[in-house]
């Protein structure tokens, strides 16, 4: 099901449409619009299905390579976006595998003072320290 919605901006007698797929089954974010081609302050709902087979495909992959318990297993992070994604998605799907196995933390020594705070940040909320 597809449904569009005609706005108008403000400066402009243009029609705007914005679409937005729906399915029944799959969850959904909502996100502020930020560009101007919208009106301020309107709102459009993003699908996460994309998402989520990139993260079924994640699952399988960990159940494949990965022992059961973690140990033995390495994960070498620069606290960089994607590295934090990894650690997050362990901790909400693999969470023995994650307390099993071990983070190393590369400082290259030109890291950010806000990387060494997400760092930290990430230490906590997942409750794994990096060696």
Same mark, same amino acid.
Do not use: C
């Given at each position: #099901?597809?449904?569009?919605?005609?706005?108008?901006?403000?400066? *402009?007698? *243009?029609?705007?449409?914005?679409? &937005?797929?729906?399915?029944?089954?799959?969850?959904?974010?909502?996100?502020?619009?930020?560009?101007?081609?919208?009106?301020?302050?309107?709102?459009? #709902?993003?699908? *996460?299905?994309?998402?989520?087979?990139?993260?079924?495909?994640?699952?399988?992959?960990?159940?494949?390579?990965?022992?059961?318990?973690?140990?033995?297993?390495?994960?070498? $992070?620069?606290? #960089?976006?994607?590295?934090?994604?990894?650690?997050? #998605?362990?901790?909400?799907?693999?969470?023995?595998?994650?307390?099993?196995?071990?983070?190393?933390?590369?400082? $290259?020594?030109?890291? &950010?003072?806000? $990387?060494?705070?997400?760092?930290?940040?990430?230490?906590?909320?997942?409750?794994?320290?990096?060696?």
């Amino acid at each position: #099901l597809v449904e569009a919605r005609h706005r108008s901006p403000p400066s *402009t007698h *243009t029609a705007q449409v914005e679409m &937005f797929a729906l399915r029944s089954s799959a969850p959904f974010l909502s996100r502020r619009v930020r560009s101007q081609q919208f009106h301020q302050g309107s709102w459009r #709902l993003l699908s *996460t299905a994309a998402l989520d087979v990139k993260v079924a495909s994640f699952k399988a992959d960990i159940e494949k390579h990965l022992p059961a318990d973690g140990k033995r297993v390495v994960f070498a $992070t620069a606290w #960089l976006a994607t590295d934090n994604v990894f650690v997050a #998605l362990m901790h909400e799907h693999f969470r023995k595998i994650l307390s099993g196995m071990h983070l190393v933390a590369i400082d $290259t020594m030109h890291l &950010f003072d806000s $990387t060494h705070l997400v760092a930290k940040q990430v230490e906590a909320k997942y409750g794994k320290a990096a060696l």
